[in-house]
């Protein structure tokens, strides 16, 4: 187990999401299927634009560790309604109520921690955790667009570019769903950057259960992983190898995984501790991840604190 360690070159390092090298993708890029998303490039990208972004990030993350210590939590059920900005050059993009209302069932489900295909036998039953959250669908907006791809550079995010501006950022998550390119799933903006691009970015292949969700990424659990991020929930192995998450009850990862791993995998790390291979901010196939723990919903809580980065949303 890890102890919280708090710095500003680890805010610099958070959560890498893509399994490749470059992720400036545009027009006609062809994903693949492995598990890639773009968050801390993006990350990086904004604390290099905006270099008060790394000191805010490093408040709210001395306010997360006091919300822990405390042992606070946000009472009631947290509402958050969702707006979808479905961006589409051909009809499948264009991808229908049903699909979008699977993917706020699957948020439900993983977030609460009822999602079924839980295994209750694994070795870390004990600290799973479960957020008390309802996301409901509050709107849809749909756009036609030229664009083959869009990148990572949040253009799907500015009507001024082509894409859809955000609804009301401080008060509802915004989920644009768009083909990004480039192997990239999505990607999440982390508490602290500006209202104007806030949310997450989804490609329409991986957005819910149904349609043209796509195998192995066809469970909803890429919107899960990148929402999380949203919430302030680093990669569990701390973008890093043997790094930090900052999260006491996960284990100490060398890598990302991926695919699904064999049952007792463990960590190259000192004590060769069995990995958390089945949490949602690893990279794992849809189906091989089920769970957050116990210490990550306390540190998502936190974010929607009186004190934290989203408290606009209570």
């Known amino acids: 187990m890890k ?14 999401c893509s399994n490749e090298d470059s992720v ?5 890029a062809v994903a693949t299927a492995h598990r890639g998303c773009a968050s801390h490039d993006v990350l990086e990208r904004q604390l290099a634009e905006d270099p008060s972004l790394s000191q805010r990030m490093a408040a709210f993350d001395l306010q997360a560790e006091q919300f822990l210590t405390e042992g606070r939590i946000v009472n009631g059920v947290l509402e958050i309604p969702v707006v979808f900005n479905v961006l589409y050059k051909t009809g499948s993009e264009n991808i229908t109520d049903a699909q979008l209302q699977s993917q706020i069932t699957v948020l439900n489900n993983d977030f609460n921690a009822t999602n079924a295909d839980y295994v209750s036998n694994n070795p870390f039953n004990s600290v799973r955790g479960g957020l008390k959250v309802k996301f409901t669908l ?3 907006n749909r756009k036609a667009t030229t664009k083959a791809s869009w990148g990572t550079n949040d253009a799907m995010k500015k009507s001024s570019q082509g894409g859809i501006n955000p609804t009301s950022p401080t008060t509802k998550l915004n989920y644009w769903v ?9 990607y999440a903006q ?12 989804i490609d329409s292949k991986y957005t819910g259960t149904s ?8 469970k909803g659990r890429t919107a899960t992983h990148e929402v999380g991020h949203w919430m302030n929930l680093r990669h569990i192995w701390g973008d890093a190898n043997c790094g930090n998450d900052q ?6 990862h060398n890598a990302a995984n991926s695919g699904v791993p064999a049952v007792g995998h463990r960590s190259t790390c000192s004590g060769q ?10 990279y794992t196939d849809d189906r091989g991840m089920y769970m957050f723990s116990k210490g990550q919903v306390s540190r998502m809580s936190a974010a929607f604190a009186s004190s934290g980065p989203r408290s606009s949303f209570r």
Request: aromatic content about 8%.
């Open 247 to 252: 999260v006491a009850d996960t284990p100490t």
């Open 24 to 28: 400036a993708v545009e027009d006609g």
């Open 178 to 186: 768009c083909t990004i390119g480039g192997g990239i799933l999505g």
């Open 273 to 282: 501790p069995l990995e958390m291979y089945m949490n949602y901010m690893d």
């Open 138 to 140: 509050d709107g849809v």
């Open 3 to 16: 102890k919280l360690i708090l710095s500003a070159f680890a805010l610099t390092m958070l959560l890498s």
């Open 211 to 218: 349609g043209t969700a796509s195998y192995p990424f066809n």
């Open 190 to 201: 982390f508490p602290g950057g500006s209202s104007a691009t806030d949310g997450v970015v």
